[in-house]
């Protein structure tokens, strides 16, 4: 199948199929952002558009221009940069809290979960753990377009004893590696939307150090669930202090705060909000 910047040709026509029986649903609610845009803006059906992904300067007058869908992004951070834009709120993601083992004690290693590129900052956690000489588990997955990063940055520093990558985990294997780990070490180079795996981690009882960008700020406490820094230097010292943050406390704000419930829960307020909104609107006319 021909894939369109990345769109299948038959997620295209899935889409349009949706659009095709909009009347058929009081709500519709899409995640296709971009690629979903034009035909929600001219969609009769209220529709919900759930913003994943940054919005760059190359895509920002799209946002901007096609603005009969209602907008959520899932951080504040996410939408700061892009003015006129017609948000209808902020709703965080939320996690099924029942599959994070909570243990108390940490088995002696870093931890850094995600993908290997520079964006990640992976070369940075390894300076971390090099300067601290603890065990750094790197478990993360490997695209092709970052194997050149890879072969410079991070396989001349792979050491068995200490700086180690396992490859990309299933949930089960990375829940394991969280409740164990001394802290997540979260150093991104780029203005990430919303990070998952810090709420993962926290919902382990795995602290989070992590650099001063994006989301960051909305989802660690800092001092208290982790620390937030501006560079490397910091990132060191903060992970040389973890044993002052308390795992319990790690666990406890993930689960209130970035829970599922929580997060169906203001996404079924919305859709009502909507739907009274339209109701009230037709009774005038």
Known sequence: IKDVHGLSEWT????????KKQ???DIIHDHNTIFSMPLAHFAKTPTVITMHGLIRPSNKRLFQTLQNPYFVSISNSQIENVPNLKIA????NGLNMKKYPFKKKDK??????GRISMEKGVHHAIDVAQDLNLPLVIAAKLDKSDLQYFNEYIEPRLYADQVMWIGEVDEKQRNELMSNAICL?????WKEPFGLTMIEAMACGCPVVAFDSGSVREI?????T???VDDVEEMIYAVAKINKINKLDCRNHAIKNFNAKLMTDKYEDLYYKILESKNNFNSTQ
């Open 12 to 19: 295209l026509l899935h889409l349009s199929s949706a659009y």
């Open 23 to 25: 009347e058929s649903f």
């Open 89 to 92: 709120t902020t709703i965080y």
């Open 108 to 113: 002696g290693y870093l931890l850094f979960v």
């Open 185 to 189: 070490l979260n150093p991104l180079v």
């Open 220 to 224: 660690i406490v800092d001092k208290k």
């Open 226 to 228: 982790g620390y937030i």
